[in-house]
């Protein structure tokens, strides 16, 4: 089963950098500009059926315009979201927004990062994947962005 990551970021370049680096690595990668417009977003609970993940890999800005990255991953954790995989990406963090990502289990990337950083991220995340995993279809139960 190819991993699959969800991108969320509000810079369009960054969006199709890491777009780039996960398709290479033959991912599943849906990307979105807000993660208001992710289905997991609109709904109250995990959407996903008992032992499986809506994906692998979550990797979101922190400040967006319309949803923190940050309250979005929180939000995903407190509705009951099974990835553990996830990293926030920010060009300023605060110390409580740093220390509220770590408590979260979040990977933290600063911007900029160089792409060497995410892919030895990745690399690590692609080693803890279990093989037998189930991942949910919740993308085709709404609509999901891809470039």
Same mark, same amino acid.
């Given at each position: 089963?190819? !991993?699959?990551?969800?991108?969320?970021?509000?810079?369009?370049?960054?969006?199709?950098?890491?777009? $780039?680096?996960?398709?290479?690595?033959?991912?599943?990668?849906?990307?979105?500009?807000?993660?208001?417009?992710? !289905?997991?977003? &609109? &709904?109250?609970?995990?959407?996903? @059926? &008992?032992?499986?993940? /809506?994906?692998?890999?979550?990797?979101? #800005?922190?400040?967006?315009?319309?949803?923190?990255? *940050?309250?979005?991953? @929180? @939000?995903?954790?407190?509705?009951? /979201?099974?990835?553990?995989?996830? $990293?926030?990406?920010?060009?300023?963090?605060? #110390?409580?927004?740093?220390?509220?990502?770590? =408590?979260?289990?979040?990977?933290?990337?600063?911007? !900029?990062?160089?792409?060497?950083?995410?892919?030895?991220?990745?690399? $690590?995340? @692609?080693?803890? *994947?279990?093989?037998? =995993?189930? *991942?949910?279809?919740?993308?085709?139960?709404?609509?999901?962005?891809?470039?």
């Amino acid at each position: 089963m190819r !991993p699959r990551v969800l991108i969320f970021d509000d810079d369009p370049l960054i969006r199709q950098l890491l777009w $780039a680096v996960c398709d290479r690595r033959g991912y599943e990668v849906f990307t979105f500009p807000d993660p208001g417009l992710c !289905p997991l977003h &609109t &709904t109250d609970s995990c959407p996903c @059926e &008992t032992g499986r993940s /809506c994906s692998d890999i979550i990797i979101s #800005d922190l400040k967006m315009p319309n949803v923190m990255g *940050l309250d979005f991953v @929180e @939000e995903l954790i407190g509705k009951g /979201c099974r990835c553990r995989n996830v $990293a926030l990406m920010s060009g300023s963090w605060s #110390d409580d927004e740093f220390h509220r990502a770590q =408590r979260l289990g979040c990977k933290v990337f600063a911007k !900029p990062f160089h792409v060497s950083q995410i892919i030895e991220w990745l690399d $690590a995340v @692609e080693g803890r *994947l279990v093989p037998n =995993r189930k *991942l949910d279809d919740w993308h085709l139960k709404g609509d999901a962005a891809e470039p």
